[in-house]
């Protein structure tokens, strides 16, 4: 008897070690799942109140633009005069000079700056002219010399701008376009 009962104990030990060893198993894969449905749960619980914070600070930051962005800019332009090079006058039958810059491009409120520059070592005038109305701009200049014109770009459209002593070839384009959409205007703001 005392040796079935010693082989009783053995075979009892050698069941009990898969059972241990199952239960190990079970609980680890218990703990596995419980991770992995932690990390699938939580982002879910917590987008929407991530959203909401998105959401609040797009409208502190549409509040924020709205009340410093300026009604209208400043922009400055500087206009040189220039030459085609290899033009021959003669043979052309046309003035060779040019406008360095052939296209100011504005919104409509915008205060517009024109430095307009006089390049000519002879003494030759030339001019920046537009008067396309409403704008009347006459920057007359000798050779050597600057000047300037400060208006406000108050009508959209395209208006030319030209030399009147060297024309067809000296003309350029005043383009006024609309006034920017601030991003907060266009659309509410997500609530």
Do not use: W
Not at 24 to 48: Q, Y
Not at 80 to 99: Q, R, S, V, W
Not at 157 to 166: E, L, N, R, V
Request: with cysteine; net charge negative.
């Amino acid at each position: 008897m005392y040796n079935f009962l010693l082989i009783s104990d053995m075979n009892s030990s050698k069941k009990q070690k898969p059972t241990l060893v199952m239960i190990i198993v079970i609980v680890g894969a218990l703990a596995f799942l419980g991770a992995v449905m932690l990390t699938v749960v939580v982002p879910v619980v917590t987008i929407p109140s991530q959203q909401e914070a998105v959401a609040q600070q797009q409208q502190d930051n549409t509040a924020t633009t709205q009340s410093i962005m300026p009604a209208s800019s400043n922009k400055t332009f500087y206009v040189f005069t220039a030459e085609i090079e290899g033009l021959n006058e003669t043979a052309a039958k046309i003035a060779g000079d040019i406008y360095s810059l052939p296209e100011i491009e504005v919104n409509r409120g915008d205060s517009v700056t024109v430095h307009f520059y006089n390049l000519e070592e002879t003494g030759e005038r030339h001019s920046f002219t537009i008067d396309a109305q409403p704008y009347s701009v006459d920057i007359d200049t000798a050779g050597d010399q600057s000047g300037n014109a400060t208006f406000i770009a108050n009508q959209e459209g395209i208006f030319p701008y030209y030399c009147k002593y060297h024309l067809p070839t000296m003309t350029g384009e005043l383009v006024v376009l609309p006034p920017p959409q601030s991003s907060g205007a266009s659309s509410p703001p997500a609530t």
